[in-house]
């Protein structure tokens, strides 16, 4: 009696086997490999492995399609000459191609719920610290605002009413002491000012503008940079225009990986002349998505709005919509000062 898989069908079968080990780098060449096996119509465990794989590992859903197909017509094979069993053929080929398929593509989208879950937990942690930032530079600038508007008004006063009396005063030691006071005011003023400073300023440890590029190389997006950074940097720029040039940066590439996988981002950083001082001028525009549209996911709803109110605090303008190509762009110009560092 002939056995029913022979030499030959068991060294293809073995060939297949092998060729399994590089299916997660070249799915479709080792589908292609498996497919001969089919039509011996056993050892199918191969072939509905490569198949899967291939249902896994490609993005777009026709080629996952197309692939399919080809294996369904390739199981398919052995039954045609069979004319009593061609239905049972075809319900045993369609079962064994919709089961390897159905499973890659739950296994695919399991993987990329995984990792926009991810994203968007690391954007949710980047919206809360910038909540955070923005709350404390809040009260910061209250304070300073209540010394300014209180203590130094009620200083000065002391000063000027100090300064009249040692102009004024007939007895020496009273001069005296009026002057002292005035002196010891006019150095208050001059520390309260410089106090109120460092209260509306931002933390000294806030990015620069020259932790752009390490932000572009690390956030594995196809980016590009156009800016002149040495000649950008050699402004004094606030570090509270320099952070909030960061900030935007670092925001547009966070929805740019949410909401258009593979596009291509391109980042310009530049001068603009805004009425009595030089502004800084930040655009980030990426292009469509490449791939299929990725599951919908819920969206913190604070970046935009965080960035928006970031730039109007300090005095600039902020834009973000669709562009003419079909991409985003978010455009911020933030006022600074020109002068040589």
Known sequence: MRPLVGPAETALYAATVAALFLRRRWPLPVLAAALPVTFTGHLLLAPMTAL?????????????????????LA????????????????????????????????????RE???????????HRREAELIAERAALTERTRLAREMHDVVSYRVS???????????????????????????LGATALRELRDLVGVLRTAPSDTPRLTALPALLSTSALDTTLHADLPALTS???????????????????????????????TVSLSTAELPGRTG????VHNTPSPS??????????????????????????????????????????????????
């Open 75 to 110: 199981a398919l094979g052995p039954w045609l000459p069979l004319s009593d069993g061609i239905l049972y053929g075809a319900v045993s080929s369609a079962l064994m191609t919709a089961g390897p398929t159905a499973m890659g593509r739950l296994s695919r989208a399991r």
């Open 157 to 183: 006063l002391l000063t000027v009413q100090a300064g009249a009396l040692e102009r004024t005063s007939p007895d020496p030691r009273s001069r005296e002491t009026a002057g002292v006071i005035r002196e």
């Open 113 to 123: 719920l995984a990792r926009h879950i991810g994203e968007l937990s690391r954007a």
């Open 292 to 341: 299929a549209p990725s599951p919908s996911l819920p969206s913190g709803g604070h970046g935009l709005t965080g960035l928006r109110e970031r730039t109007e605090s300090l005095g600039g303008t902020f834009t973000a919509g669709p562009a003419e190509d079909g991409g985003f762009t978010v455009r911020a110009v933030l006022p600074g000062e020109a002068s040589a560092r």
């Open 52 to 72: 899967y794989e291939t249902a896994r590992s490609l993005p777009r859903r026709r080629t996952v399609a197309g692939c399919a197909a080809v294996f369904f």
């Open 235 to 265: 402004v004094k720029w606030p570090p509270a225009v320099e952070e909030a040039a960061y900030r935007t940066v670092q925001e547009s590439l966070t929805n740019a990986r949410k909401h258009a996988p593979g596009a291509r981002i």
């Open 280 to 283: 800084l001028s930040v655009t």
